[in-house]
């Protein structure tokens, strides 16, 4: 998106921080991250989307909002997860550029004013990638990175190491608003795909600094680990094929065994073998089921159109969009829905 003159001079950077029973370190948070916007000569507003929290966090925003304007929160009325609450702070952002971060100091505030830079020299994306995952454990990394292989292997998408701390130019984040609609969304692999100039930076990622461990479960990590698998690739469907022709083959094998043994005048045996070969097929065939399952879940869900999340209150924030911009997002975002109701009116 280009900038006049005034605007390059002075832009206006949104942060947008989802945070999910971040009370504890959440005022020192945003205290450590607005030190660094106020060196970076910009004008800058700062969001903090309460993702259902089961504390006061959304209170403690609102508190430290009543001092400082800039300083704006949203609060879900429950626990969307990250990804509905990142797009809540994009559609709220008014900036000419936008960054996301955690709200736990694991991407480090001191990359914002780097990431600015490159911004202001014609980057549209500048993507933070991990130098190295010290703070996850093995089992952790492990999952990660033969999640990330795959999808960067089979789509063609580079997410290796990827996080979603990143900046995103106005234009990027119309696009992702407006033009986007799926409803599982895997923020890291769409700012990937969609292209336009990007740049990548590193970083180290650190230990929690407030609120305790970690708010991924298990469960958690492996339903976002689906999404960006079926969200990117085909691949687990091909595995099907796979499958049937393996299955195909041990079925000539046991048949050329049992043809070669009457052929000769021996006793066709091997119960042995036709039970291996009953409970292979018949793993084969749940695999293939629950391979298919996934897909068709995904499918319902996007058919039930429901929205990627819902505002319980916010503060500084107006969140009551325009008719115009309503039909905008409707119509993108729904295009199965919009498309049954024009031919209603017609009729």
């Keep these: 998106m280009k900038l006049n003159e005034n605007d390059l001079k002075h832009p206006l950077i949104s942060v947008v921080i989802p945070a999910y029973n971040e009370f504890q370190g959440i005022e020192k948070v ?22 259902g929290s089961s504390d006061q966090t959304y209170q403690k925003i609102c508190e430290i909002s009543r001092s400082d304007s ?20 994009l559609e709220s952002a008014t900036g000419n550029a936008v960054i ?36 996850d454990s093995t089992v952790k990394k492990t999952a990660a990175y033969c999640v990330n292989q795959l999808i960067t292997k089979f789509s ?11 900046l995103l130019d106005r234009e990027i984040v119309n696009i992702i608003i407006c033009d986007l609609p799926e409803k599982e969304r895997f923020l890291r692999g769409l700012t990937r795909w969609i292209g336009f100039s990007q740049q990548n930076i590193t970083f180290d990622v650190e230990h929690r600094q407030y609120g305790g461990d970690s708010k991924w479960s298990f469960w958690s990590l492996l339903e976002l680990s689906i999404t960006a698998l079926t969200s990117f690739t085909c691949a687990p469907l091909r595995i099907i094929t796979f499958l049937g022709l393996a299955t195909l ?79 905008k997002m409707v119509t993108s975002r729904y295009p199965l829905a919009e498309a049954a109701r024009m031919t209603s009116n017609k009729s």
């Design 70 to 89: 800039r300083i704006k929160g949203i609060a879900l009325s429950r626990n969307f997860g990250k990804e509905g609450a990142m797009l809540a702070g």
């Design 100 to 135: 996301i971060m955690d709200a736990d100091l694991q991407h480090p505030p001191s990359l914002i004013p780097e990431m600015i830079e490159k911004w202001r020299s014609g980057s549209q994306i500048i993507h933070a990638i991990k130098r190295n995952r010290n703070s």
């Design 249 to 327: 083959l041990l079925g000539v094998l046991v048949a050329s065994d049992a043809l070669l043994s009457w052929v000769n005048n021996e006793a066709v045996s091997g119960y042995t073998t036709l039970i291996i070969c009953l409970l292979l097929i018949g793993s084969f065939v749940m695999i293939s089921l629950g391979i298919i399952g996934e897909y068709i879940a995904k499918i319902y869900e996007e058919v039930k159109a429901r929205p990627h999340y819902l505002i319980r209150a916010s503060v500084g924030v107006d969140h009551k969009k325009s008719p115009d911009r309503i039909k």
């Design 30 to 51: 945003i205290k450590i991250i607005s030190q660094e916007l106020d060196c970076c000569e910009t004008n800058w507003e700062m969001i903090v989307v309460d993702d």
């Design 156 to 166: 063609g998408i580079d997410i290796n190491n990827s996080s979603d701390f990143k």
